[in-house]
C-alpha cells in the first residue's frame, strides 16, 4: 500500500498549519498564561441573543432553511447592511447566509477563480487567505503594508501587483492582525483600479462595527465600505458575519452580499457542500440584527478602554505601537530587541506566561511585530502587561 501521505492531494500538502494554532498548543495545559492570543471576544453571546437560540429549539425548529437562509434573516441583513454600509442588497438574490465568513471566503474563491488565477491582497492579513486562494487553484499575491505608513493599503502598491491574470483584490478593514483602517482617499484609488482592470472586489468587513474614533478612542469611528462607493457595488463581494461585534464565534454565522449572479454561483457551491447554516444559529442572528445594537455598543466600549491601556502601557514601555482604528489588536513593533517575532513570542511565553501571536503567522510582512489581542478582560490585560514589562527589561538590561 502507499503511504497514506501520498494520497493527500498536492494543493492540501503545499499549504502549511496555521501558525496561531501551532503556537496556541504550547499554550495548551499551561494553567497561569494570559492568553492575548485567538482573537476571539471574551464575552459571551448576549444573553437575548442566547435565548432566541433557545426558543429556535423550544419551537421545534430543527430543520434546514432555504440554501440561501432563512428569508425573515436575509431581510434583517439586507436592513442592517444598509444602516451600516450605505448599500442595499436584495434579500430574495442577493444576500446568501454562510457558515461563517471562513465558508463565504472559501466559496468566493471557489466561485470566482479558474486555476492560475491571481488574488492580490494584502499582509500581513487574517491567515486564512493565502490558503482559501490556494485551495481553489488561484495564486496568492500578497502586497506588503507595513508599520511605518501604520498598515495603510497603498493604491500603488496595488497597481504594481496587477497582471493580466488577476481578477480579484482581497480587502480586509479593519484588519486582523493590525487594527488598521484604510483612509477613504486611498480606498477610492483602489476602487479607481478595480474599474479600470474590470476586477472583482472580495470585502471582509467583519470588524466593521469595532471602531474607535482618532482623538480618545473611545467614541464610534467612521466605516466606510469600498461597496458603497460608486461603481463599485457591482463588482463588490461583502462579507460580513457575526462572531466578533456579537461575540457569536461558536453561532458559526456569516453571509455575503453581492450581484445575483455572483451570489448565485457561491449559492451552488453552498448547497452542495454545506446546504444551509444551523437554524438556531439564524434565529439568533435575526434577534442579533433587530435588538443588538445596545450590547454591541456596551461591548465596544470595554475593548475602547482596553486598547487604551494597551497602547498606553507599550508606549510607556518604549514600545512603539501605531494606534488601531478598529478590530481588537495591537501590533507593537519589536524590532528593536533583536530577537524575530517568534523568539520573543516563545521567550515571552516561557518566561512570563504570556501569550502573543508572532506577527510573521500573518505573513512575511508581520515580521517585527507580535498581535496583542485585547478581548481579554481589564484585570487581566493589567496583570499581561506587568508581565511583559517585566520581561523588556530584562531584554533591555
Ligand atoms: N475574517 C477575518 C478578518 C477574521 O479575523 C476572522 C476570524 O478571526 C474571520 C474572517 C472568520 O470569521 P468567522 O468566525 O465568521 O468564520
Known amino acids: 500500500m502507499k503511504p497514506l501521505e501520498d494520497r493527500i492531494a498536492d494543493q492540501v500538502k503545499q499549504i502549511p498549519r496555521s501558525g496561531i494554532r501551532d503556537f496556541f498548543e504550547l499554550v495548551q495545559g499551561r494553567d497561569d498564561v494570559i492568553s492575548l492570543g485567538v482573537g476571539e471576544p471574551d464575552f459571551s453571546a448576549p444573553w437575548h441573543i442566547r435565548e432566541a437560540a433557545i426558543y429556535s429549539l423550544e419551537k421545534g425548529h430543527t430543520s434546514y432553511t432555504s440554501n440561501l437562509g432563512l428569508l425573515s434573516l436575509r431581510e434583517s441583513i439586507s436592513r442592517y447592511v444598509t444602516g451600516q454600509f450605505g448599500v442595499t442588497y436584495d434579500p430574495a438574490n442577493e444576500v446568501l447566509v454562510t457558515v461563517g465568513v471562513s465558508e463565504a471566503l472559501d466559496l468566493v474563491c471557489r466561485a470566482l477563480l479558474n486555476p492560475g ?3 492580490i491582497y494584502h499582509e500581513p492579513c487574517y491567515v486564512s487567505y493565502s490558503p482559501s486562494i490556494a485551495l481553489a487553484y488561484g495564486v496568492a499575491v500578497p502586497v506588503e503594508t507595513r508599520v511605518e505608513d501604520e498598515f495603510v493599503l497603498k493604491a500603488e502598491d496595488v497597481a504594481a501587483k496587477i497582471t493580466d491574470r488577476t481578477r480579484v483584490i482581497l ?22 483600479l478595480a474599474i479600470e482592470h474590470d476586477l472583482i472586489v472580495v470585502s471582509d468587513e467583519i470588524y466593521c462595527e469595532l471602531l474607535y474614533d482618532e482623538e480618545t478612542g473611545m467614541e464610534l469611528g467612521e466605516h466606510v465600505s469600498i461597496a458603497s ?14 462572531s466578533k461585534a456579537f461575540a457569536m464565534t461558536g453561532f458559526r454565522l456569516g453571509y455575503a452580499c453581492a450581484p445575483q ?58 514600545i512603539p ?9 495591537a501590533f507593537p513593533d519589536i524590532r528593536k530587541f533583536g530577537l524575530s517575532s517568534k523568539d520573543f513570542a516563545f521567550r515571552l511565553l516561557e518566561e512570563e506566561d504570556v501569550a502573543v501571536v508572532p506577527g510573521d503567522a500573518f505573513g512575511m510582512a508581520g515580521e517585527g511585530c507580535v498581535r496583542a489581542c485585547y478581548a481579554t478582560s481589564y484585570e487581566q490585560l493589567e496583570i ?3 508581565r511583559i514589562e517585566a520581561f523588556v527589561s530584562r531584554l533591555e538590561s
Not at 505601537?321 to 489588536?329: D, E, H, I, K, L
Open 229 to 242: 462607493l460608486p461603481g463599485m457595488k457591482e463588482r463588490t463581494i461583502l462579507l460580513h458575519g457575526f
Open 384 to 386: 499581561a502587561m506587568d
Open 117 to 119: 488565477d491571481e488574488v
Open 171 to 192: 480587502l480586509n478593514f479593519p484588519t486582523n492582525p493590525t487594527g488598521a483602517v484604510e483612509p477613504v482617499e486611498e480606498l477610492q484609488k483602489i476602487a479607481d
Open 261 to 318: 449572479i455572483l451570489t448565485e454561483a457561491m449559492m451552488k457551491i453552498h448547497q452542495y457542500s454545506m446546504l444551509c447554516a444551523p437554524i438556531m444559529s439564524q434565529n439568533a442572528a435575526i434577534e442579533a440584527l433587530e435588538n443588538g445594537a445596545e450590547e454591541v455598543e456596551r461591548m465596544r466600549r470595554a475593548y475602547a478602554r482596553r486598547r487604551n491601556l494597551v497602547l498606553k502601557r507599550f508606549r510607556e514601555m518604549g
Open 321 to 329: 505601537c501605531f494606534s488601531p482604528g478598529g478590530a481588537f489588536y
